[in-house]
């Protein structure tokens, strides 16, 4: 892809992001709580289709806490919790100017329910910010990254039960108190919309044998949505720095073929991915949706106050790009039936499509419609990494990251304004879907394998100091790559 020379802003924020769930093991250390991310077995994805039937039971949820044969990475993750300082460095030193991880909630309340936070892991936190901002990196922070208290799931079928808004809210509340001091920028959940791939990770609620799961999990995300809209009214009294965003999943598809039929079920398939962006940004449910909810037979369960309550609307919208998909007229019509992979494009290992175009068209098809600020605050290429001679080289990586940062100067001078760019991740973590560690992004490679064996060392790869780089030169150094 070519690029004509543009500039980023001065105040760019060239970022990294992590998650707690998949990076700080530690998971009984410091007063924790069992996680929803605790029980995720090592169980490797080929494709992203594969990832969809991930649906948990109370039974497989009360086997893997019992089960002492399974491998658990994400309880180990990269031990962030004892070496973040060693690895903040690190990022800094490969120019990050923002770092963005999340608050685990169950280190804070270890159950969910409690009144008060456990103060080994408020101190933890305090620590972590702290280490964030001397190494001069603006602190972005996500609430709820997969990460919610096992506790609730069991006691309270996670987000289906509205009880679940009050306890997040203390949980938020909790955190922006202690830390809006140091942090400016807060997402209150990772990819809302993701319900079809990682939805027990992120609303806690099991499949039963007599639960219409479908319909409790938009019960859900409505929770998650008055949940975000009271954290944003809190936020507003507390301190008018504090910006609340809403983060996204960028599922977006292309109509398979050229048929109008195609190309509207297409665009209303990406509209059914985007709705929560529609709720939070603009105060209120669009009428596509209620109409595909009662096309669907789905009640959502309000409270009297709920729309006064959404008119508290998001500073800024984030999302997550990884890639794009083609959809058709019998796709779009099962929400709950995946796209299929593009074929003209090349793909990753794992299926998942390379499309650097695709985000300069959803940079500009998101800001058309908010008109608010954006923030990519994931995007990276998950690979196969080879250490040879003590060295990593990974031109793929390279090529991957170089293209998807041209293409956000492109959607830049088409007058998106783009804040920031966080790549996933600057260091190698457990993977999100599939517990991997050999499914790496990092520019910082992690010795440790799929079953947790290694000494944990930390290796620049090539990436590493061609990132550096890009950042030192605000981008200019790709106008030659």
């Known amino acids: 892809m070519s690029i004509d020379k543009v500039s980023f802003p001065k105040d760019f924020l060239w970022g990294g992001a992590i998650a707690a769930n998949q990076a700080e093991g530690a998971w009984k250390e410091g007063g924790k709580g069992v996680s929803v991310a605790d029980i995720n077995e090592f169980v490797p994805h ?14 497989k949820a009360l086997f893997a806490l019992q089960d002492s044969n399974g491998i658990y990475p994400k309880r180990n993750g990269i031990d962030f919790y004892h070496s973040f300082k060693q690895d903040l460095a690190l990022l800094k030193a490969a120019g990050l100017k923002s770092f963005r991880t999340s608050i685990s909630w169950p280190r804070l309340f270890p159950n969910g329910d409690e009144s008060q936070a456990c103060e080994e892991g408020l101190l933890f936190y305090d620590t972590l910010i702290d280490e ?23 006691s309270y079928n996670g987000w289906k039960n509205r009880k679940l808004i009050d306890f997040f809210f203390i949980f938020a509340k909790t955190c922006l108190d202690r830390y809006h001091d140091r942090v400016k920028l807060w997402i209150p959940f990772n990819q809302i919309n993701l319900i079809k791939y990682e939805s027990f990770n992120h609303l806690g609620i099991f499949q039963e044998d007599n639960n219409n799961l479908e319909q409790d999990k938009f019960q859900g995300i ?7 809209a009271k954290i944003k009214e809190y936020a507003k009294n507390l301190s008018e720095e504090i910006k609340i965003g809403v983060m996204l999943y960028s599922d977006f598809s292309y109509p398979e073929n050229s ?83 593009n074929p003209s494009l090349p793909a990753n290992p794992w299926g998942w499509s390379i499309d650097p175009s695709g985000l300069r068209y959803v940079l500009n098809f998101y800001w058309d419609r908010w008109q608010k600020p ?5 995007n990276g290429l998950g690979h196969f990494d080879h250490v040879i001679n003590g060295q990593i080289d990974d031109d793929y990586r390279i090529d991957y990251l170089a293209s998807h940062i041209k ?56 990436s590493y100091s061609w990132f550096k780089k890009v950042v030192n030169s605000n981008g200019d150094s790709l106008l030659t790559y």
């Open 132 to 154: 964030i901002v001397r190494n001069d990196m603006v602190p972005l922070i996500t609430l709820s990254h997969y990460e919610m208290p096992l506790n609730l799931a069991f």
């Open 46 to 59: 080929k494709d992203l289709a594969s990832m969809s039937n991930k649906e948990m039971t109370r039974e």
């Open 222 to 228: 409505h929770h998650e949505l008055i949940a975000s």
């Open 407 to 462: 293409a956000i100067g492109q959607a830049i001078a088409d007058g998106v304004e783009v804040k920031g760019y966080y790549m996933w991740s600057p260091i190698d973590l457990v993977s999100c879907s599939s517990s991997q560690m050999t499914k790496r992004y990092g520019l910082v490679y992690v010795n440790y394998d799929d079953q947790g064996a290694g000494d944990g060392k930390r290796i620049p790869k090539k």
């Open 259 to 341: 048929t109008p039929e195609d190309n509207f079920a297409t665009y209303q398939r990406n509209q059914y991915e985007i709705y929560y962006a529609d709720v939070l940004l603009r105060g209120q449910y669009p009428g596509y949706i209620k109409r595909f909810f009662e096309k669907k037979n789905i009640t959502i369960i309000t409270q009297s106050d709920d729309d006064e309550l959404l008119k508290n609307t998001a500073d800024f919208m984030s999302f997550s790009y990884y890639n794009t998909t083609l959809s058709n007229a019998n796709i779009a019509q099962n929400f709950s039936k995946n796209s299929v992979r």
């Open 374 to 378: 954006l923030y990519i605050t994931e």
